[in-house]
C-alpha cells in the first residue's frame, strides 16, 4: 500500500482493520495468539476474549486500552512507515477524544471482565463525591478506588494497608506484557497525591514501553521524612530492550525481556 493513502483514514477501525489484513491477518485467530503471547497469556479464557476484543475493534464497536492499542502497533509494524504511524496515533487520539473526525461517537472504552486480557483501570471519582462517599461507605472501602487529585483531607479516611506499596528501585526489570509500579508522586510534603493530567506530560518517551495511572499507593517520601498516599506511575512493558530514563527526578534503568526470558537473565 502506498505510504500517502494511509492518511485517507480518518475512522481509527478502519484504518485498524485495513492494516490487519496487509499484514496477514484477514481473520481474528492468529492475531488474538499473538497478542496473547505478548501479554504472557495463554489460557484459553484469554485467547477467546483476545478474539472477542478484536472483532469489536475492527468493527468499531470498542476502543483498545492504550496498553493493548501500544502492542498491537508493534505486531503490525506501524512504527516502520511516518505516515501509517501519525495516521494511527491521529486517529486513535481522536477515539480517546470521544471524537472521531469531528463526530461525537458512542464507542465505549473497553470494560474489565473476569476473562478479559487488558488490566482493570482504577475508578475514577471527583474529590467532592470521594467526601461524599466516604461519609456513608465503611472504612478503607474507598481505597479499591483511585481518586485523583486529593488533599490531605481527603485521603484520611482511606485504609493505607489496602493500598499497594511502591517501593523504589533503580533498576526495573520486566518481561513483556508485564507491568510495574515504580514511581509516585505527591503535591508537596504537605500536599495529597498528584493528579495523572499533571504529572503525565513530565513523563520521558520509552523505547521498551508506556507509562499509565497507576491509582493510588503508598510510597516512602524520602525528602518528606514520611510515607504518603501518591499517584503511582505504572510502567507497561511492551518490547526487549534496556534503557536509562529519568521519571519525574528519579534515573531508572529498565530492562524488559522476552516472555520466554526470566527477569534479570539478560537479553
Same mark, same amino acid.
Given at each position: 500500500?502506498?505510504?500517502?493513502?494511509?492518511?485517507?483514514?480518518?475512522?481509527?477501525?478502519?484504518?485498524?482493520?485495513?492494516?490487519?489484513?496487509?499484514?496477514?491477518?484477514?481473520? =481474528?485467530?492468529?492475531?488474538?495468539?499473538?497478542?496473547?503471547? /505478548?501479554?504472557?497469556?495463554?489460557?484459553?479464557?484469554? &485467547? /477467546?476474549?483476545?478474539?472477542?476484543?478484536?472483532?469489536?475493534?475492527?468493527? #468499531?464497536?470498542?476502543?483498545?486500552?492504550?496498553? =493493548?492499542?501500544?502492542? !498491537?502497533?508493534?505486531?503490525?509494524?506501524?512504527?516502520?512507515?511516518?505516515?501509517?504511524?501519525?495516521?494511527?496515533? *491521529? +486517529?486513535?487520539r481522536a477515539l480517546q477524544d470521544g471524537d472521531e473526525?469531528?463526530?461525537?461517537?458512542?464507542?465505549?472504552?473497553?470494560?474489565?471482565?473476569?476473562?478479559?486480557?487488558?488490566?482493570?483501570?482504577?475508578?475514577? @471519582?471527583? $474529590?467532592?463525591?470521594?467526601? @461524599?462517599?466516604?461519609?456513608? !461507605?465503611? &472504612?478503607?472501602?474507598?481505597?479499591?478506588?483511585? !481518586?485523583?487529585?486529593? +488533599?490531605?483531607?481527603?485521603?484520611?479516611?482511606?485504609?493505607?494497608? *489496602?493500598? $499497594? +506499596?511502591?517501593?523504589? =528501585?533503580?533498576?526495573?526489570?520486566?518481561?513483556?506484557?508485564?507491568? *510495574?509500579?515504580?514511581?509516585?508522586?505527591?503535591?508537596?510534603?504537605?500536599?495529597?497525591?498528584?493528579?495523572?493530567?499533571?504529572?503525565?506530560?513530565?513523563?520521558?518517551?520509552?523505547?521498551?514501553?508506556?507509562?499509565?495511572?497507576? #491509582? !493510588?499507593? +503508598?510510597?516512602?517520601?524520602?525528602?518528606? #521524612?514520611?510515607?504518603?498516599?501518591?499517584?503511582?506511575?505504572?510502567?507497561?512493558?511492551?518490547?526487549? #530492550?534496556?534503557?536509562?530514563?529519568?521519571?519525574? =527526578?528519579?534515573?531508572?534503568?529498565?530492562?524488559?525481556?522476552?516472555?520466554?526470558?526470566? $527477569?534479570? /537473565?539478560?537479553?
Amino acid at each position: 500500500m502506498i505510504s500517502d493513502e494511509w492518511e485517507r483514514f480518518r475512522s481509527w477501525h478502519l484504518l485498524f482493520d485495513r492494516l490487519c489484513r496487509l499484514r496477514g491477518y484477514p481473520e =481474528n485467530a492468529a492475531l488474538a495468539s499473538a497478542l496473547c503471547r /505478548q501479554l504472557g497469556r495463554s489460557g484459553e479464557k484469554d &485467547f /477467546q476474549a483476545a478474539e472477542k476484543n478484536l472483532r469489536s475493534w475492527r468493527r #468499531g464497536r470498542r476502543i483498545p486500552l492504550r496498553r =493493548n492499542a501500544a502492542i !498491537l502497533a508493534r505486531l503490525l509494524d506501524v512504527e516502520t512507515d511516518p505516515v501509517l504511524k501519525r495516521m494511527w496515533n *491521529k +486517529t486513535y487520539r481522536a477515539l480517546q477524544d470521544g471524537d472521531e473526525g469531528g463526530r461525537t461517537t458512542d464507542l465505549h472504552c473497553e470494560a474489565p471482565a473476569a476473562d478479559s486480557i487488558a488490566p482493570s483501570r482504577p475508578a475514577t @471519582l471527583s $474529590p467532592r463525591m470521594a467526601l @461524599l462517599l466516604s461519609a456513608t !461507605l465503611p &472504612f478503607g472501602l474507598l481505597a479499591a478506588v483511585g !481518586l485523583p487529585g486529593l +488533599t490531605v483531607s481527603d485521603v484520611v479516611s482511606i485504609d493505607t494497608a *489496602k493500598l $499497594p +506499596t511502591v517501593a523504589y =528501585n533503580a533498576r526495573a526489570f520486566l518481561s513483556v506484557g508485564t507491568e *510495574k509500579l515504580i514511581h509516585g508522586a505527591v503535591e508537596g510534603c504537605d500536599g495529597g497525591p498528584s493528579e495523572w493530567a499533571a504529572i503525565v506530560d513530565h513523563l520521558p518517551t520509552s523505547e521498551t514501553g508506556i507509562f499509565a495511572d497507576g #491509582g !493510588l499507593a +503508598t510510597k516512602m517520601m524520602n525528602g518528606c #521524612g514520611k510515607e504518603m498516599v501518591v499517584r503511582a506511575v505504572r510502567f507497561i512493558a511492551i518490547r526487549p #530492550g534496556v534503557e536509562e530514563l529519568k521519571v519525574l =527526578n528519579a534515573y531508572f534503568k529498565i530492562e524488559v525481556t522476552s516472555a520466554s526470558i526470566e $527477569p534479570g /537473565q539478560g537479553l
